[in-house]
């Protein structure tokens, strides 16, 4: 009677939860992952141009909410081939050994009706920290999300740097990473 009950809840649980919390695809050609730090006080920038998010959320219902973000940091372009060539060598993001960077929610809330805050685990390096997002969700044309935002990392948190340019005063500590992720309206 127990297993009964049990299939029975988890079949109902497959109808409604879908209802609740709908998976959101990846605009893939809106979509983009940034990042500024200073190299001896002048700001540097540069994309992440390959990744992959798998997005679950109504804002409805934010504690239903889910986001994985995977990067592919072979990816990263700063527009200098010199300097994306130092960036991905093993001091610093080591892009051979290890070759995915990615967020990991634990939970969601909705701070107001477009503000929410993604608690998570980010990975880079191999090296994985608890992080704060704060989510900004702005409704688009036909169902579609951007869900955007910023988040400041401590790159010594997560072991990149190497050699005489680890010094602050050469490459800052903060990283500053913004993101911009154009979701399409939940699947009917």
Known sequence: MKFTAGIAALLLAGVLLPA????????????????????????VSGRFTRFDAHITLDPAHPQTAAAQIQ??????TTGSEEADTVALDRPWLDAAGFPKAT?????????????????????????SRPVSVPVSLQPQAEGALLANGELRIRRTD???????WNEDELVADEVLVRFYLWLAPPAR
Do not use: C, H, N
Request: aromatic fraction near 8%; hydrophobic fraction near 45%; proline fraction near 3%.
């Open 20 to 43: 609740i919390a709908a998976p959101r695809t990846l605009i893939r050609e809106k979509s983009y992952i940034e990042f500024t730090v200073r190299q001896m006080g002048v700001p």
């Open 158 to 164: 997560f072991a990149i740097g190497g050699g005489e």
């Open 71 to 76: 990067v592919d940091v072979a990816s990263l």
């Open 103 to 127: 967020f990991i929610s634990t939970a969601v809330r909705a701070v107001d009706g477009t503000r929410w805050l993604a608690e998570g685990t980010l990975t880079i390096r191999g090296i």
